[in-house]
């Protein structure tokens, strides 16, 4: 006989090991940098962990287009790399062609309104590259070139300055920011997460279910976009060979 899992016990009990984690990163590491890039490392191993693989998730990555544009510094980046296959790595940081972007996180130690309006810079210095999109041959003949959907972007925190931590300060911020700085999603570990609804509002969860709340709505929202459009692989070669010119 089968037993039941309660998967909303199992989720909180991970949010609370998670929250434990990031406090004792605060108290034991004093330098900013350091302690930001742990933090980020522990939200890249559990997407890594729970969301499937055709999904990969890096972090300290620019996003990059056949024109040679860079995006900022990204915390964390979800993206493909079944029909963008390349991603150049250089000192041991990654550039990742912006058509096999998915969705861009900036990781925080808490939210406040100075957090949201650079996490909104850093998804429209992604969301301003050109991304390309070509046919995709298969057995059975020709898919058409896909149209190219808008990238993801969110902010991921520990805890947040405000109280309630996302209540009207949040909401007044985030909508300080442009169509293309919006923040879609998000997820304050011990506080809630948020969704933004296509009437401009937002969804916000309860704090005892933050991260079971953004996992799922995260997902759901990349299932939606379904796969990231090919890129055109001749463009890439061709800023490339204009460089030994």
């Given at each position: 006989?089968a037993?039941?899992?309660?998967?909303?016990?199992?989720?909180?009990?991970?949010?609370?090991?998670?929250?434990?984690?990031?406090?004792?990163?605060?108290?034991?590491?004093?330098?900013?940098t350091?302690?930001?890039?742990?933090?980020?490392?522990?939200w890249?191993?559990?997407?890594?962990?729970?969301?499937?693989?055709?999904?990969?998730?890096?972090?300290?990555a620019?996003?990059v287009?056949?024109?040679?544009?860079?995006?900022?510094?990204i915390?964390l980046?979800?993206?493909?790399?079944?029909?963008?296959?390349?991603?150049?790595?250089?000192?041991?940081?990654?550039?990742?062609?912006?058509?096999?972007?998915?969705?861009?996180?900036e990781?925080?130690?808490?939210?406040?309104?100075?957090?949201?309006i650079?996490?909104?810079?850093?998804?429209?210095?992604?969301?301003?590259?050109?991304?390309?999109?070509?046919?995709?041959?298969?057995?059975?003949?020709?898919?058409?070139?896909?149209e190219?959907?808008?990238?993801?972007?969110?902010?991921?925190?520990t805890?947040?300055?405000?109280?309630?931590?996302?209540?009207?300060?949040?909401?007044?911020?985030?909508?300080?920011?442009?169509?293309?700085?919006?923040?879609?999603?998000?997820?304050?570990?011990?506080?809630?997460?948020?969704?933004?609804?296509?009437?401009g509002?937002?969804?916000?969860?309860s704090?005892?279910?933050?991260?079971?709340?953004?996992?799922?709505?995260?997902?759901?929202?990349?299932?939606?976009?379904?796969?990231?459009?090919?890129?055109?692989?001749?463009?890439?070669?061709?800023?490339?060979?204009?460089?030994?010119?």
């Amino acid at each position: 006989m089968a037993n039941d899992v309660d998967m909303k016990k199992l989720f909180r009990g991970m949010q609370e090991k998670m929250i434990l984690d990031h406090n004792l990163l605060r108290e034991h590491i004093s330098h900013p940098t350091t302690k930001g890039n742990a933090v980020a490392l522990r939200w890249i191993k559990f997407l890594n962990n729970y969301l499937p693989n055709r999904y990969c998730v890096d972090g300290d990555a620019f996003v990059v287009d056949h024109t040679g544009r860079c995006s900022g510094q990204i915390d964390l980046v979800i993206y493909d790399r079944q029909y963008s296959p390349f991603v150049f790595l250089e000192e041991g940081i990654k550039y990742i062609p912006a058509e096999s972007v998915y969705s861009v996180f900036e990781v925080k130690q808490t939210i406040n309104k100075e957090h949201i309006i650079y996490a909104g810079e850093k998804a429209e210095s992604v969301r301003v590259l050109e991304r390309t999109s070509v046919p995709i041959v298969h057995a059975g003949g020709t898919y058409p070139a896909r149209e190219k959907f808008d990238i993801v972007a969110g902010i991921i925190a520990t805890s947040s300055d405000w109280t309630p931590p996302i209540g009207k300060p949040f909401e007044k911020a985030a909508n300080t920011l442009t169509s293309s700085q919006c923040l879609n999603i998000g997820c304050v570990l011990d506080g809630g997460s948020f969704l933004l609804k296509p009437d401009g509002t937002f969804e916000i969860s309860s704090k005892e279910e933050a991260l079971i709340s953004f996992f799922i709505k995260l997902f759901v929202r990349l299932q939606e976009l379904g796969t990231v459009p090919a890129m055109d692989i001749d463009l890439y070669s061709r800023a490339l060979d204009s460089e030994q010119l």
